[in-house]
């Protein structure tokens, strides 16, 4: 089976690894730091932290912009259930805006109109937090727009999405958004095995998310609020988590940073491929806007019929051939944890339209010619 998604690992990856292993601190050292140094550098943050998990990077976030119960957030109705979870772990109430049907990107016109209805019914989100689906950017001028005149906070969920680009700059900048979060998991664009990060520009923010990471533990004497301290004194001040990366992980993610361009050339150059290969009226394959380069996480084809029925044919018939499809994703809220939860009943018509259409085909750096080529005529063979 031709997987849909998988990570590409090099001997350098590997030395880099066993350096840790054999010479230095195999968590809390240096190369954390170094790594979100070099990450910040990269996609020109002010300030990055790394953390065990994108999912553990978002629930800090959310707690960084003080999302907490009471609160409401807004998600894409598309994306992974993580999205959505991290407002729920802070006991704010989750809701879905729609997608648009050109990029799987929420939809700023729906979003518009949702802010503005809930803007009368004073029902406000305090945090909206907008995912950069298969790796290209969401319209971010036109939701910086739109949220600073309600007052929103804004997370990107950045998870597909690193190594691309928004208006030639990388996405992380933070230039239209309080925070971005990456992951590192195998099948993102590099990895850490485990591991994601939260790029920001706000003092504030970066040392919230620095201090909730690791137990909510202050350090610096300037920070200490109890007066009768020994030496080694610490303490701690917030209800905070271990969610540290560790060494290992950052070695290896310091490794793959160093081919993210590669990846992302790569990546491009399979969905150019795929562009021009697949030639069946059944398909209706993904666009890019101009001002993006996506980073290609997911090439997400859609069958052209509203009902699944032609969806759960193309991907029965490309599995049967050993061609590994997934689908990405079901709406947020059907699943049955919000469904049991959501006050009024959620249909999106975009999200639904989109669910019953999608399949993601393998794109991965390491996929071979032959592969793609046989997935290519496989798809083109579809009757
Ligand atoms: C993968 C993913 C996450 C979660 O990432 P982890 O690092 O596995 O926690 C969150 N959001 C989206 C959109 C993702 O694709």
């Given amino acids: 089976m031709i997987p849909y998604g998988k990570h590409q690992i090099s001997s350098s990856d590997i030395d880099a690894v066993v350096d840790i292993l054999q010479n230095k601190f195999l968590t809390q050292g240096a190369l954390v730091p170094y790594f979100e140094q070099q990450i910040a550098l990269k996609v020109n943050s002010k300030f990055a932290t790394a953390v065990n ?26 994306s992974f259930v993580a999205t959505a979870n991290c407002a729920a772990y802070c006991g704010a109430t989750v809701d879905f805006v729609d997608i648009s049907l050109q990029d799987f990107n929420i939809c700023t016109k729906k979003l518009a109109q949702k802010l503005e209805d809930s803007h009368k019914n004073n029902i406000l989100p305090k945090v909206i937090i907008v995912v950069h689906m298969a790796g290209q950017s969401c319209d971010m001028k036109q939701i910086k727009y739109l949220c600073d005149f309600y007052g929103v906070k804004i997370i990107e969920d950045a998870s597909h999405a690193i190594g691309g680009k928004y208006k030639s700059k990388y996405i992380g900048g933070c230039l239209y958004s309080d925070i971005c979060v990456f992951s590192f998991h195998p099948v993102k664009i590099i990895t850490t095995g485990e591991g994601g990060l939260i790029t920001t520009n706000s003092a504030q923010i970066h040392e919230k998310v620095s201090k909730l990471r690791s137990h ?44 993210l361009d590669n990846f992302v050339q790569r990546r491009n150059k399979i969905a150019s491929i795929y562009d021009n290969g697949i030639k069946n009226q ?25 009902n699944k029925t032609l969806n759960n044919k193309v991907i029965k018939y490309l599995l049967d051939k050993g061609i590994g ?10 699943h049955k944890y919000y469904q049991e939860r959501m006050k009024q009943h959620c249909y999106l018509e975009n999200a639904e339209a989109y669910y019953n259409s999608c399949v993601s085909i393998p794109i991965f750096p390491g996929l071979l010619d032959s592969e793609q080529t046989l997935v290519i005529d496989t798809i083109n063979s579809i009757a």
């Fill in 325 to 334: 499809v997934n689908k990405h994703y079901m709406p947020i809220y059907r």
């Fill in 216 to 259: 909510g533990i202050v350090r610096n004497e300037r920070d200490f609020v109890i007066t009768e301290r020994s030496i080694l004194h610490y303490e701690q001040h917030d209800l905070g988590y271990n969610y540290r990366l560790t060494d290992l992980q950052a070695a290896l993610g310091l490794s793959q940073l160093e081919q």
């Fill in 53 to 78: 998990s994108a999912t553990s990077a978002l629930h800090l976030s959310c707690m960084a912009l003080g999302v907490t119960e009471g609160d409401l957030v807004w998600v894409p109705a598309i």
């Fill in 282 to 306: 059944k398909v209706i394959k993904p666009v890019v806007f101009n001002h993006n380069l996506s980073s290609f996480h997911l090439y997400i084809i859609r069958t052209s019929e509203s």
